[in-house]
């Protein structure tokens, strides 16, 4: 087939998402213009004219006191949007039923949002246990679960201290301190998994980039006596051999 035509203006459209997802990735600090400039490779003045268009959206919100860019709430409400049938779980579900059918076990999606975790979806296997249905749609600090766990070992050791100091009374209410999270992370990125067992409950996560500038996290949880720290291993080469068959890694 001859090749189509370019569509007009598909340059632009592509050279504003680049920036729209590079002020994405830079949200919670804010992000300058020259940074924009600079990371993109676009001269100022369209980098200039595509951010300004994008906040004339309300995609992208420049803060008149700084002259810094992060995302408006025309973004948000997009995001709010797409949680009724999220793209991440309709992408996520196929692993998470193999997984789901392959162990016997419950098999959550967690996603990082800020300083926590949000739990979208629980795919039950044949042993499922009841109350780990009410864990779909709660928040957690990071660090609190398997999942969680491997979202906070892809922090930085800077960021990591940083999230730290900044809820350091809710961990020191639940006996964590810093070095038992550094600890963690540190585990979780020399094993490639993170893995936890508590209250008669055991699990393991694995965390994985969505997109270009969020964080998620599949985890199988189950009683503590069908999953020690051995079979968890062994889970955790499945989990990766599936999320690879469906290019969540």
């Not at 569509?7 to 600090?29: C, P, T, W, Y």
């Amino acid at each position: 087939m001859p090749p189509s035509p370019p569509v007009n203006g598909a340059q632009s459209v592509e050279r504003a998402g680049a920036l729209l997802r590079r002020i994405a990735a830079g949200h919670a600090e804010d992000v300058p213009l020259r940074r924009l400039v600079d990371d993109t490779g676009l001269d100022r003045t369209t980098a200039w004219r595509l951010v300004s268009s994008l906040a004339a959206q309300g995609l992208v919100h420049k803060d008149e006191a700084t002259g810094l860019y992060h995302l408006g709430l025309e973004a948000a409400a997009l995001g709010a949007a797409c949680m009724d049938r999220s793209p991440l779980v309709r992408a996520c579900l196929p692993a998470m039923k193999a997984l789901a059918r392959l162990s016997g076990d419950n098999v959550f999606l967690v996603v990082r949002s800020g300083d926590h975790s949000h739990c979208l979806h629980l795919e039950e296997g044949e042993h499922r246990v009841r109350s780990f249905a009410l864990n779909v749609g709660g928040t957690r600090l990071l660090g609190q679960g398997v999942g969680s766990i491997a979202l906070l070992a892809r922090l930085g050791d800077d960021a990591l201290v940083a999230h730290y100091r900044r809820h350091e009374a809710e961990y020191q209410a639940d006996d964590v301190g810093l070095a038992r999270l550094r600890r963690w992370a540190v585990q979780t990125r020399d094993c490639g998994h993170s893995y936890g067992s508590s209250g008669g409950v055991a699990g393991i996560g694995l965390g994985f980039r969505v997109g270009s500038c969020a964080d998620a996290a599949l985890s199988v949880i189950a009683p503590r006596s069908r999953l020690p720290r051995s079979r968890g291993a062994e889970l955790a080469l499945a989990m990766r051999r599936e999320m690879g068959a469906w290019r969540l890694l």
